[in-house]
Each structure stands twice: as structure tokens, then as C-alpha cells.
């Protein structure tokens, strides 16, 4: 990367029994850019909670009709994202130096992990495509990324990435800029969670969205926004299935 940061321990390790596990070239490189993302890029965050009670519901409807074409929540997450980006331009932008370029084009990289280490392959056009065609090419990204057959045009210039580790469990997650994108959103698991509705407490299906963001590129009012719009996609999901 030409980065000159090195990853390297600058303390004494513990001397306790160990094994080494060698590096892959996938993870070298994903530890260099974190830590010149970390260090270079000035990042800041925003979290919100989200209802999920109609997206299940709807999601559960569509599923029933599609066979084997299931859609996924991930496919879901994507689609809204892609939405809310193509609401929200100036979030879906980088940081030149010069100025703040906004892409026409919202292309969503998607956080798999393989065992070489993690990937994101993209999505392009996230917002001109249905949930239908997202879940078809998504899951094939997924496959070929599992088996290591991906291209680097399957994983270069996406302008979002999106992180879910909802299925571990795992509330909200603050993730680390993929540079030179200016926001990556992680996605935590859902849950039964109480709420207040109409002064009544009630037990919905709540889920915690976090962004983090560049601010050099995005402000707070942006991110808050983008956080905005895609809470309403997901709690009002109709148009995802459009």
C-alpha cells in the first residue's frame, strides 16, 4: 500500500505457550488498510434502533412465494442501504483532497468472511435493482468470495460498505473505514427489546444500526440523515419490495 505503517508488535510479547498462524496475503493486506484508515482517517459515529416487526412480517410473505429464490435479511439491509444512499448522495462520496466527490452510482460492498479472511465483494447499482435481483447476485458474490473465485472487479469501487454480524449475537458494532469510502454501516442482531408506543409499553423485534463515517467528507447532520432515511425503509418496508 505504500503506507509505511507497520503492523508489527512494538512490545515485548508474552513468552506462554503459542502457535503462530501465518499470515494470508488477504489478511496482510486488510490489517494495513485498517490501520491506515484508523490512523489517517478521522472518524466519527452514529447509532439508532430500528423496529423491525413489519420488515420480518413482509419479508415472511415474500418468502413464502419465491421457492428457493429466499431473500435474506442481508439482501434486505443491502437494498434499503442502496435506497437510503441514493436518498442521502452526499453520504455516498469520498474524500479527495480537494473536494468531496459524490458517486451517481450507489455500489455497496457486502463484509463476507472467508478463510483466507474477510472480503467485500459489491453490488452495483444497488438502488436500481430489486430486492429480487440484489439476493440473486449477492448470493453468488457470497459463494464465489467462500471459494476464493472472486475477480477484482467483484471487489474493488464500492462507495458503502455494510457489516451484519447479527447472527452471532452481537448488538451493534462501530467498524473500521474501508478507504477511500466515507461511511460503513454495521448491522447488529435482532432482538425482543420493549418500547413505548402510543404510552403503552410494548415488546417489538428492535434491531441497532451503527455508522461510521468520514468527517472530512460527511458531517454529523449527513450521517444523521442517512441514519434517518434508512430507518424509515426499514420500518415502513414496502418499498423495499418494490
Known amino acids: 500500500l505504500g503506507s509505511g505503517l507497520s503492523n508489527k508488535a512494538t512490545t515485548p510479547l508474552?513468552?506462554?505457550?503459542?502457535?503462530?498462524?501465518?499470515?494470508t496475503a488477504m489478511r496482510r493486506v486488510t490489517a494495513e488498510r485498517m490501520t491506515m484508515s484508523k490512523q489517517t482517517v478521522p472518524h466519527f459515529y452514529l447509532e439508532l434502533s430500528c423496529s423491525v416487526e413489519d420488515l420480518l412480517a413482509r419479508r415472511e410473505r415474500a418468502n413464502a412465494v419465491?421457492?428457493?429464490?429466499?431473500?435474506?435479511?442481508?439482501?434486505?439491509?443491502?437494498r434499503a442501504v442502496g435506497l437510503a444512499l441514493a436518498n442521502v448522495p452526499l453520504a455516498n462520496s469520498t474524500w479527495t483532497g480537494d473536494a468531496?466527490?459524490?458517486?451517481?452510482?450507489?455500489?455497496?460492498?457486502?463484509?463476507?468472511?472467508?478463510?483466507?479472511?474477510?472480503?467485500?465483494?459489491?453490488?452495483?447499482?444497488?438502488?436500481?435493482?430489486?430486492?429480487?435481483?440484489?439476493?440473486?447476485?449477492?448470493?453468488?458474490?457470497?459463494?464465489?468470495?467462500r471459494k476464493g473465485q472472486l475477480k477484482p472487479g467483484d471487489y474493488t469501487g464500492g462507495t458503502c460498505?455494510?457489516?451484519?454480524?447479527?447472527?452471532?449475537?452481537?448488538?451493534s458494532l462501530?467498524?473500521?473505514?474501508?478507504?477511500?469510502?466515507?461511511?460503513?454501516?454495521?448491522?447488529?442482531n435482532i432482538e425482543p427489546?420493549?418500547?413505548?408506543?402510543?404510552?403503552?409499553?410494548?415488546?417489538?423485534?428492535?434491531?441497532?444500526?451503527?455508522l461510521s463515517a468520514d468527517h472530512r467528507a460527511i458531517d454529523g447532520k449527513t450521517g444523521a440523515e442517512l441514519l434517518q432515511t434508512l430507518k424509515k425503509s426499514v420500518e415502513d418496508p414496502e418499498a423495499l419490495f418494490e
Do not use: W, Y
Open 14 to 23: 508474552p513468552d506462554s505457550p503459542h502457535v503462530d498462524e501465518p499470515l
Open 66 to 78: 419465491s421457492g428457493a429464490n429466499a431473500i435474506t435479511i442481508n439482501d434486505l439491509f443491502v
Open 174 to 188: 462501530f467498524a473500521i473505514l474501508n478507504p477511500p469510502q466515507s461511511c460503513i454501516l454495521g448491522f447488529g
Open 193 to 210: 427489546r420493549p418500547v413505548v408506543r402510543e404510552q403503552r409499553v410494548v415488546v417489538e423485534s428492535m434491531m441497532t444500526v451503527t
Open 100 to 145: 468531496v466527490r459524490i458517486f451517481e452510482s450507489v455500489d455497496v460492498a457486502v463484509a463476507v468472511s472467508t478463510p483466507s479472511g474477510l472480503v467485500t465483494p459489491v453490488v452495483r447499482a444497488v438502488e436500481t435493482k430489486t430486492v429480487q435481483k440484489i439476493a440473486t447476485e449477492l448470493r453468488d458474490l457470497t459463494m464465489r468470495a
Open 161 to 171: 460498505t455494510i457489516s451484519n454480524l447479527g447472527m452471532f449475537g452481537v448488538s
